[in-house]
């Protein structure tokens, strides 16, 4: 196994703050509130700049040229050379990214065969996606049982910054559902490690929670959610509590590890890649776990 250790309110009327939300959603990539596509291109300008600089002055970086975590994108080399991955699925591949990362896998190992999957696509991704016929892209939630038999089967699904999302399915019957439909799970999620067991993040209470989100108790969503904890979300159909938009779960690595020994999975790769953003609960973990010979 290559292991790296150690293992380690907005105020307003209600119907134009879903509406300002759901703009808000639907923009293009890491585009903000009011932010024109000419400041989007200049932003972007300037991240590649800074980008080659660091690169000529030799400055260690995070970050590809398009933003993308190398972390990940060594994940993903690791995957496709080690478990001879030609067909992939990119669960929950768009927000910030644009698909970026499904379009890399596919571009630098030649994958013939892709799914990418989210409930908020974006004007780029929709463009980008017509350059690649192998690619399929399935506008939904993917807990949603219907969207299994979409994908069939494929050598490996991609969970990046996504399971710590999942409730209702949760996590662990996410990782269930897709078992049987692929041999490899490529799992780069922030893991909680301050505590042995996984927690629900809402269950910690309100103050606790702020202290383990990386968001403010000013942010519209997450006050919404507050307000709303039990109604029906419009879009989502379900209430606001169990919505994918917000940080759901505290996973701890021993849960992880458990429930992919249950489904017949080994661990072939785990790196601690650092504390996520100002989060001391949080640590960003990448993860290969293979198919056993033998498992269904
Ligand atoms: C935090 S972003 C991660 C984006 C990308 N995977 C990355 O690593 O940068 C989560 C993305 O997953 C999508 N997502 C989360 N849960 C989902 C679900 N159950 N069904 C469909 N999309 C989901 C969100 O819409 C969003 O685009």
Request: aromatic share 14%; hydrophobic share 35%.
């Amino acid at each position: 196994m290559d292991q790296q250790l150690p293992l380690k309110s907005i105020k307003g009327h209600k119907r134009n703050r879903e509406e300002r939300y759901m703009k808000e959603r639907q923009t293009v990539g890491t585009q903000r509130k009011g932010e024109t596509d000419c400041c989007m291109a200049m932003k972007n300008t300037v991240k590649k700049l800074t980008h080659l600089t660091k690169y000529f002055f030799r400055i260690e970086q995070a970050h590809n040229i398009d933003n993308l975590k190398l972390d990940k994108l060594h994940l993903i080399d690791y995957a496709c050379r080690n478990a001879k991955i030609e067909s992939f699925a990119d669960l929950g591949g768009v927000w910030g990214v644009n698909g970026g990362y499904t379009f890399y896998g596919i571009k630098k190992h030649k994958i013939k065969t892709a799914f990418l999957v989210d409930t908020d696509f974006t004007k780029e991704v929709l463009k980008k996606s017509k350059k690649h016929r192998g690619l399929t892209l399935i506008n939904a939630n993917f807990g949603d049982r219907n969207v299994i038999p979409q994908i069939g089967k494929v050598d490996a699904i991609f969970l990046f910054d996504v399971l710590l999302h999942q409730v209702n399915p949760d996590w662990d019957e996410i990782l269930q559902m897709y078992a049987a439909s692929t041999r490899c799970f490529v799992i780069y999620n922030q893991q909680f490690i301050a505590s042995e067991k996984t927690v629900r993040l809402l269950d910690l209470g309100y103050e606790e929670f702020f202290q383990n989100v990386p968001r403010a108790k000013d942010n519209p969503l997450y006050n919404e959610v507050f307000e709303k904890m039990y109604e029906i979300h419009p879009r989502h159909n379900r209430i606001w509590r169990d919505i994918h938009n917000i940080w759901q779960w505290g996973i701890v690595d021993e849960d992880l590890f458990a429930k992919m020994k249950e489904l017949g999975f080994t661990l072939q790769y785990y790196k601690n890649c650092g504390q996520f953003y100002n989060l001391k609960n949080f640590e960003n973990h990448a993860f290969v776990f293979k198919k056993n010979r033998y498992a269904v």
